[in-house]
Structure formats: structure tokens, C-alpha cells
């Protein structure tokens, strides 16, 4: 499976992007694909997933009620809305794909895409 995140950028404190997730190389729907960030000097964290099957999303308290992950099947891809976005948001956001249990680690997810940096400005 090979996935290709885009759609960082600089945003302004409370503003908003959009994630895009391609993924290509396997059956879309069988895999739980999950989004996580890293910043400078820190590890990598879960952010959201959607698992295969039933479609249930789950995020990180840090991002409820700001973000939003969907998946069009259709188009075999999977976005990260995020909105009010915060300085403490800066990071690389990478989006990953497993059909292993356990998804909010990073050591559960086998297959991952290059990263997207986003920035938040104070």
C-alpha cells in the first residue's frame, strides 16, 4: 500500500486546512488508516483514525471538536479537516494504513506516507 499526504501549509492561529490522504496499491476499505503528527524534538502521536470496516472514527482529546477525519472510498483517499487550528498543531502530519489492531500506536500501522508540514502562526 503506498499513501501520499498533501495539503499542509502556514496558517494563522484559528484558521483552518485541509489533509489529503492518497493511497493506492491495496483494497481501500480493508485497511484502518490512521493520520499522526511529529514536532521538533518530540515523537510521533496519534491524531485520528478510521477503522476498515464500520468506518469508526477516533481522535485524540488534544483534537476533538476541531478536527475531523472522513474517507471517500470512492476516490480511495482520506482527509484531516482541522479547524482552529493552534501554534501547538505545528508539526509534520503523516498519514498511515494498517490491518492490525491497536490503532492509535505508531508500531501498529505498517504502511506509512511521506508527511505534510503544517505550520500554525501565533
Known amino acids: 500500500v503506498q499513501l501520499q499526504a498533501s495539503g499542509g501549509g502556514l496558517v494563522q492561529t484559528g484558521g483552518s486546512l485541509r489533509l489529503s490522504c492518497a493511497t493506492s496499491?491495496?483494497?481501500?476499505?480493508?485497511?484502518?488508516k490512521g493520520w499522526f503528527r511529529q514536532a521538533p524534538g518530540r515523537e510521533r502521536e496519534f491524531v485520528a483514525a478510521?477503522?476498515?470496516?464500520?468506518?469508526?472514527?477516533y481522535y485524540a482529546d488534544f483534537v476533538k471538536g476541531r478536527f475531523t477525519m472522513s474517507s471517500d472510498n470512492a476516490e480511495n483517499t482520506v482527509y484531516l479537516q482541522m479547524s482552529n487550528l493552534k501554534p501547538e498543531d505545528t508539526a509534520v502530519y503523516y498519514c498511515a494504513a494498517t490491518q492490525r489492531s491497536g490503532l492509535t500506536s505508531t508500531r501498529r500501522y505498517d504502511y506509512w506516507g511521506q508527511g505534510t508540514q503544517v505550520t500554525v502562526s501565533s
Open positions: 478510521i477503522t476498515r470496516g464500520s468506518g469508526t472514527t
Open positions: 496499491g491495496g483494497t481501500f476499505s480493508s485497511y484502518t
